[in-house]
C-alpha cells in the first residue's frame, strides 16, 4: 500500500516537473493518472518567423504509468502534412516505448522538440501554382514565400500578392455588375456576404487571417525594387491594356483630384524634401516632372511599376498621386539613386513582418 | 444545348497555363478514382469521363464533364459543366449547370480540378433520388443562348445532397 502510495506521488511530482518546464505551454487534463497537452515548437529561440510547424502533443496514461507506455496523439497541428505527423507521433510512441518503467513525460515532450526542429522548413508545393515553395534555382536564389500566422500555410509571396490583388478587384466588379439570372430571389444579399466574407480566408483552410500578414509581404515586395522591375516586363499585353483603360484612367484621376483638394485644405502631412533613407523605410516613389516631354516618357514606365504592383488599394494610389502635382524635375534627380539603393535596405522588413500579432512593440 | 457553345474567352494566361500544366502531370500520375481524361491539344478545355461510385444511384453510368479554364485561372473558378445527357441529380439541372458552391462564390484558387471532381463524385454519391432540381424547368429557360453557370447568382439549396 505504501509503495502504491509512494509510485504515485512519484508520478505526480513528474507532472509538476513537466508543468515548471513549459510553463502556459502545457495544460494538465487530469493530474492522476496523468494527461497531458503540451504545446510543443522547434527550437527557433523564439523568433516566429523562423518557425513553419508547431504541435499540441497530448501524452495520456493509465493507471500502470510508468510500466505501461502512455498513449501519444497530435491534439492540433500547423505546418505538418499527414506523412510528417504520422512520422513524428510514431517515433514518440517507439521512443515511450523504448522507456517503460522510467519517468518519461518531459523526454517525450523534449524528443517531439527535437524532431519538430529537424522538420521546421516549408514543405511541399506553393498551393497557388503547384510548384516548389522552396526550390533552390542553379544560382541558389529562391523565390520569396511567406506563411500565414494562423494557419502556418505557406504561400510564394508573388502568388499570394496575385491572389489578394484579384480578391480586392472581384469585390468592385461584383458590386458593379448588373443583375443576372437567379435561382432564388433572395440570392443577391447572400451573395454580397459570402463575398465580403472572402476577404483574409486562407485559401487552403479557411481560417480567418490577420490582413497584416498580407500587408508586410506587400511592403517587402513593394522595398524590392528589381522585383517591381521583373513584375512589369511579366505584364502579358492584356494586363497594360487594363492600365491603359479608361476605367483605370478615371480611378487615377479621380485620386489625384482628391488629393488635390486635400492639399489645398491643408489635409496633408507631406514627405519631408530632405528625407534620409533608414533601413527598411517605406518610401514612396520621388516626385517626378510630367513638364518635359523626356519626363513624360520616364514616367509612363514608373507610373507602370507602381500602379501594377501596389494594387487598389485607395491609401496607395494616393502615394502615387502624390508626387504628381509637385512637379520638380531637380527633386527627382535627387532622389532617384536613393530609390535603386533601397533594395538592400528592405532586407530588414522580412524580420518584422512575421512576428506574432502579439509584441506590438515590434511594430 | 449549353454544352456546344463556348463562351467567348481568351486565352489562358502565363500563370494560368503554368499551372494547368502542372495540373495535367499531376493528373497523368494519378488521376482521382472514377475519372478518364485524355489528354487533348486544348489545354483549355478538359472533357473528362466520369464513372458513378459502386454502390450508389449512379453505380456504372458514365457522364461527361466538361471543364473550361478562364484567362486567369485559378484565381478564377473553372466553368464546370456536365455534356448532354446530364446525370438526373437534384443539384444538377437538365442543361448541365451544376448547383455546388465551390465552382462559384466558394472557389479557392488552392483548388484543383482534380479536387473539384472529386467534390463532383461525392455529390452523386450522396445522391438519394435522381430527379431534376424544383425549378429546372424556370432556370433552363433563362439560360438560354448558351449562358454560362458563373453568369447565375445560385443560392445554394441545402448541404445534405
Request: with cysteine.
Amino acid at each position: 500500500m505504501a509503495a502504491e502510495a509512494e509510485a504515485e506521488e512519484e508520478v505526480r511530482q513528474e507532472v509538476e516537473a513537466a508543468v515548471s518546464v513549459y510553463g502556459d505551454d502545457c495544460r494538465v487534463m487530469c493530474g492522476f493518472p496523468p494527461h497531458i497537452v503540451v504545446h510543443v515548437r522547434p527550437r527557433t529561440a523564439d523568433d516566429s518567423s523562423q518557425q513553419f510547424v508547431e504541435l499540441f502533443l497530448g501524452i495520456k496514461t493509465s493507471s500502470q504509468y510508468p510500466k505501461e507506455p502512455p498513449h501519444v496523439y497530435a491534439v492540433e497541428s500547423k505546418g505538418l502534412d499527414e506523412n510528417r505527423q504520422v512520422y513524428l507521433i510514431s517515433s514518440i510512441q517507439n521512443k515511450a516505448k523504448e522507456l517503460s518503467c522510467y519517468p518519461m513525460l518531459v523526454i517525450l515532450c523534449e524528443e517531439a522538440v527535437e524532431i519538430l526542429s529537424n522538420m521546421n522548413h516549408p514543405a511541399g508545393d506553393c498551393p497557388l501554382c503547384l510548384y516548389p515553395l522552396v526550390q533552390e534555382d542553379k544560382d541558389g536564389s529562391a523565390l520569396p514565400f511567406m506563411k500565414l500566422m494562423s494557419c502556418y500555410h505557406c504561400f510564394h509571396s508573388d502568388c499570394i500578392m496575385r491572389w489578394w490583388k484579384w480578391l480586392q478587384n472581384d469585390d468592385t466588379d461584383l458590386k458593379k455588375s448588373s443583375a443576372a439570372v437567379t435561382t432564388e430571389d433572395l440570392s443577391s444579399s447572400a451573395k454580397n456576404h459570402s463575398v465580403s466574407q472572402h476577404k483574409g480566408l486562407c485559401p487552403v483552410c479557411r481560417k480567418v487571417f490577420d490582413e497584416k500578414d498580407i500587408e508586410h509581404v506587400r511592403d517587402l515586395l513593394g522595398a524590392n525594387t528589381s522585383q517591381l522591375a521583373s513584375l512589369t516586363i511579366d505584364l502579358d499585353k492584356d494586363e497594360k491594356e487594363l492600365l491603359h483603360s479608361e476605367s483605370e484612367k478615371s480611378r487615377r484621376e479621380k485620386f489625384a483630384s482628391l488629393f488635390n483638394l486635400q492639399q489645398e485644405r491643408n489635409g496633408l502631412i507631406e514627405p519631408k524634401k530632405d528625407l534620409s533613407i533608414q533601413p527598411g523605410m517605406y518610401i514612396p516613389r520621388p516626385p517626378s516632372a510630367p513638364t518635359a516631354a523626356e519626363g513624360d516618357t520616364i514616367d509612363d514606365s514608373c507610373e507602370d511599376t507602381t500602379t501594377s504592383t501596389s494594387g487598389t488599394d485607395p491609401h496607395e494610389t494616393n502615394s502615387t498621386a502624390t508626387t504628381k502635382p509637385n512637379s520638380n524635375s531637380g527633386n527627382r534627380r535627387r532622389h532617384r539613386p536613393h530609390a535603386s539603393r533601397r533594395q538592400p535596405h528592405g532586407q530588414p522588413v522580412r524580420q518584422q513582418w512575421q512576428r506574432k500579432g502579439g509584441d506590438t512593440s515590434q511594430q | 444545348m449549353t454544352s456546344s457553345s463556348s463562351p467567348s474567352r481568351k486565352a489562358l494566361s502565363k500563370i494560368a497555363c503554368n499551372r494547368l500544366q502542372k495540373e495535367l502531370a499531376e493528373w497523368q500520375m494519378s488521376p482521382p478514382s472514377g475519372f478518364k481524361y485524355r489528354v487533348s491539344d486544348n489545354l483549355q478545355r478538359w472533357v473528362i469521363e466520369v464513372t458513378g461510385a459502386a454502390g450508389t444511384l449512379y453505380a456504372g453510368e458514365t457522364y461527361q464533364l466538361q471543364v473550361d479554364f478562364p484567362e486567369h485561372y485559378p484565381m478564377e473558378a473553372p466553368q464546370v459543366i456536365f455534356l448532354n445527357p446530364a446525370p438526373m441529380h437534384p443539384h444538377i439541372y437538365s442543361n448541365g449547370h451544376i448547383c455546388l458552391d465551390i465552382l462559384y462564390d466558394s472557389w479557392s484558387p488552392a483548388m484543383t480540378v482534380s479536387s473539384v471532381c472529386i467534390s463532383i463524385l461525392s455529390m452523386l454519391s450522396s445522391s438519394p433520388a435522381k430527379q431534376r432540381p424544383q425549378d429546372n424547368d424556370r432556370y433552363v429557360r433563362n439560360c438560354r443562348n448558351g449562358r454560362s453557370p458563373k453568369e447565375t447568382r445560385w443560392w445554394f439549396h441545402d448541404d445534405k445532397v
